[in-house]
């Protein structure tokens, strides 16, 4: 790992499913487990900076800084802040995003985001101009996708998979020959330097051209969940009525917390309902009132609630945040 | 349970209250009263003519108003009080109806009596009344000191370990009244709540004869169906009765009229299938150290049929 020419990265895996998914997934994961964002932060100048001039990395690392600059006061209060040696010694960074939770849930596009940062570290000092050029593409999409909190919607992330297949070579899909290969022995390692650079930066512009609907799948949880006719307040007293909170802990409702069902939390931010339903307004509002009808054998029974009432507890969940 | 405005005390809803209530305006406007004198005098014991201070100092003021005063104020305030609330304890004189109730960490146990101090049928957590007529509660208790208080028809009188305590309560119009735990028994005290109905006499009668026949049916008849056969095999019926069925336990709560429930777990859930199913499952997070264990061995499905068999409880 010291020495970005010999980085490596697995693609494929036993696992039978596309190279692309195969390689977010390991990169979220190695995420996740880290519950910190060092692989992102490499991403935002450490990486550049070792690969690259310190004039390019200076330039990135200050358009980076500026980006972030809004949630620097959460950082400097949580003292992650960090200064970087190298090229660019007095350059401070911090976390991105605020909290382990929206790194899970970005893993896969900050992961996609890290190994474009190590592309992009890895290009010889001579094409300094074109790592920039490129880090600026991939830079603002990334930040974007932190700030709107976006995931990727499971058909968009089989459509990266499918993507993933059909882009020829490199680190994120496989040649056309070699799928062969993938399907039957399942895992090889591909070293880093195999490829040349000019390729490695087309493959580079083609993955940020793909991670661009990711950035932009979901819109703010308030224009996605909009229920104009249901009242949060009203939904937080039906929900008590109804003893919501013996078998849900629910944001807002201090007691019962039950422990019989998943807690309801961050419903803003959820894809699924019940494991397999869209998570639409209208959707909740049916599964509050009568979950076997959507998902037959759920263990929730129908809910002594009213249609009106359902609404109302649906709007009260989307709007509570917590956890 | 005692939410709203006015406070339940201040809000009786039968004579026996209405004596309390009574009882607590007139202490409040004594204590207004008294008060206000003891800030004026204070207040002319420091601003006023000397000549006063020195009235106030001197031993004929402090016998009056320091000795004299408050023996007879107290005095007659206690005598006033007893007279208002005698009644609030009174045996039972004619037909009056019978209740034992008996505190239980967490809840109450409920026989009605007859004539002899039999019981006639059980129940838990509630307590049906006729509307307009006075019930005469006897108040036991099965473990430590627990305390009735239903605000809205009667005071509040202690449950004592190895003593029956006699208190009247009457409802002068049907409806749902609250009542808690009112002595600190332990962990969770405040989640023992209880709620009386008061029903229209004809429609009190109804349900006492219906309830009547069916716990008085003791062949073991009803045994049948998925939900008695969980319910036995689940080890429900070691701790719960059910009437008319082989489930017998006395530990908890009567579950034979569970299904007609206006709150579950005495008076911290609301009664639908939903809760029924959550409380089973794990009541512990809901009511922490009850005595009822949490039963994680069961699906959803057994839930289900659990919580419907208890439904039809009614």
């Known amino acids: 790992m010291a020495d970005p020419q010999h980085h490596v990265t697995r693609i494929g895996s036993p696992a039978r499913s596309a190279p692309l998914f195969e390689l977010l997934r390991q990169i979220g994961w190695r995420l996740a487990r880290q519950q910190r964002i060092a692989r992102a932060r490499a991403f935002s100048a450490h990486s550049v900076a070792i690969g690259t001039s310190g004039q390019t990395a200076r330039g990135i690392a200050v358009m980076i800084q500026r980006h972030r600059r809004n949630c620097g006061w959460r950082l400097r209060r949580r003292g992650q802040l960090r200064v970087v040696h190298g090229h660019c010694s007095a350059l401070r960074i911090g976390q991105p995003l605020g909290n382990p939770r929206h790194l899970r849930m970005l893993a896969a596009t900050i992961g996609i985001g890290d190994h474009l940062a190590f592309d992009v570290a890895r290009i010889e000092p001579g094409e300094a101009r074109g790592a920039n050029s490129v880090a600026q593409s991939v830079k603002p999409m990334t930040g974007k996708a932190s700030i709107a909190r976006s995931r990727i919607r499971p058909r968009q992330r089989d459509q990266f998979a499918g993507r993933g297949q059909s882009v020829g070579g490199g680190a994120f899909g496989r040649s056309a020959s070699a799928e062969q290969d993938w399907k039957g022995d399942g895992g090889k390692w591909v070293h880093g330097a195999s490829t040349t650079p000019v390729a490695r930066l087309f493959r580079i512009v083609l993955a940020a051209a793909m991670l661009l609907p990711a950035a932009a799948c979901k819109g703010e949880p308030q224009e996605r969940h909009d229920m104009p006719f249901a009242d949060a307040a009203r939904g937080r007293e039906a929900a008590v009525a109804a003893g919501c909170g013996a078998c849900h802990s629910i944001p807002g409702i201090e007691w019962p917390q039950g422990s019989l069902g998943p807690p309801l939390y961050g419903f803003a931010s959820r894809t699924l309902l019940g494991g397999q339903l869209p998570n639409r307004p209208e959707v909740l509002a049916a599964y509050i009132r009568n979950a076997p009808s959507l998902v037959p054998g759920s263990a929730m029974p129908a809910m002594p609630v009213s249609a009106a009432e359902a609404r109302d507890i649906a709007a009260f969940l989307y709007q509570s945040e917590g956890r | ?314």
């Not at chain 2, 109450?108 to 006729?130: F, K, T």
């Not at chain 2, 530990?251 to 029924?276: E, F, I, K, M, Q």
């Open chain 2, 1 to 314: 349970m005692f939410s709203g405005w006015p406070p339940p005390v201040f809000d009786p809803a039968g004579p026996y209250a209405s004596a309390v209530t009574t009882l607590g305006w007139v202490l409040i406007a004594m204590a207004v009263a008294v008060t206000l004198v003891v800030m004026a005098t204070l207040w002319l014991a420091l601003f006023g003519k000397r000549s006063t201070q020195q009235k106030i100092g001197g031993k004929k003021a402090i016998w009056l108003g320091g000795i004299a005063f408050p023996l007879v104020v107290l005095t007659a305030l206690l005598i006033y009080g007893l007279s208002l609330t005698r009644h609030l304890s009174d045996p039972v004189v004619g037909d009056e109806m019978r209740v034992r109730i008996t505190g239980e960490m967490w809840w109450w146990r409920v026989a009605y009596l007859d004539g002899e101090g039999q019981p006639i049928w059980h129940d838990a957590n509630e307590l049906h009344i006729p509307a307009g007529q006075p019930v005469v509660l006897e108040l036991e208790s099965a473990d430590v000191i627990h305390s009735f208080w239903v605000p809205r028809l009667s005071g509040k009188l202690d449950m004592i370990p190895g003593r029956r305590n006699i208190m009247r309560i009457q409802a002068d119009a049907p409806g749902t009244y609250g009542g808690q735990c009112a002595e600190y028994c332990g962990g969770p005290h405040a989640l023992m709540g209880f709620a009386v109905i008061a029903h229209e006499p004809a429609a009190f009668a109804a349900l006492t004869a219906a309830r009547t026949a069916r716990q008085a049916n003791v062949a073991a008849t009803a045994d049948d169906g998925a939900g008695a056969a969980l319910f036995a095999s689940a080890g429900c019926a070691s701790c719960h009765r059910i009437a008319g069925t082989s489930a017998n336990g006395l530990a908890g709560p009567d579950l034979t009229h569970v299904g007609t429930r206006r709150t579950l777990g005495s008076g911290v859930l609301p009664n639908n299938r939903g809760t029924l199913m959550g409380w089973i499952g794990d009541s512990q997070a809901i009511k922490p150290n009850n005595r009822m264990p949490p039963y994680a061995n069961l699906s959803g499905e057994e839930l289900t049929v659990l919580a419907a068999y208890l439904e039809g409880q009614r």
